[in-house]
Nanobody
Framework: VQLVESGGGLVQAGGSLRLSCVAS????????MGWYRQAPGKQRELVAT????????NYADSVKGRFTISRDNAKNTVYLQMNSLKPDDTAVYYC??????????????WGEGTLVTVSS
């Protein structure tokens, strides 16, 4: 699976951005999709994940109530709507997808990342 993110950029604190991630070169089927982020000098961390059916998305405590993850399976796309952005949200945001083959084996794929910078 190839993942291409878009939508990052520079925004002032309190502003909003919407990230998109399009999956292609899918051989079997995509299960979970999600967003992770890595700030300078820190480890990569989970932001939000969503299952194929879109129910019960999972969020990091730091983004609950501000970020919303969604997906359009027909377009093989996952979105991250980010509102009330804070300087601490500054990071490279990575799209993740789990592809599952006919035998139940899962393969993780990552995008190259999109930079989100929130100024104070």
């Amino acid at each position: 699976v190839q993942l291409v993110e878009s939508g990052g950029g520079l925004v002032q604190a309190g502003g909003s951005l919407r990230l998109s991630c399009v999956a292609s070169a899918i051989v079997f089927s995509i299960d979970d999709m999600g967003w992770y982020r890595q700030a300078p000098g820190k480890q990569r961390e989970l932001v939000a994940t969503i299952t194929t059916g879109g129910g019960s998305p999972n969020y990091a405590d730091s983004v609950k109530g501000r970020f919303t993850i969604s997906r359009d399976n027909a377009k093989n796309t996952v979105y991250l709507q980010m509102n009330s952005l804070k300087p601490d949200d500054t990071a490279v945001y990575y799209c993740h997808a789990k592809e599952v083959d006919y035998w139940g084996n899962a393969v993780d794929s990552w995008g190259e990342g999109t930079l989100v910078t929130v100024s104070s």
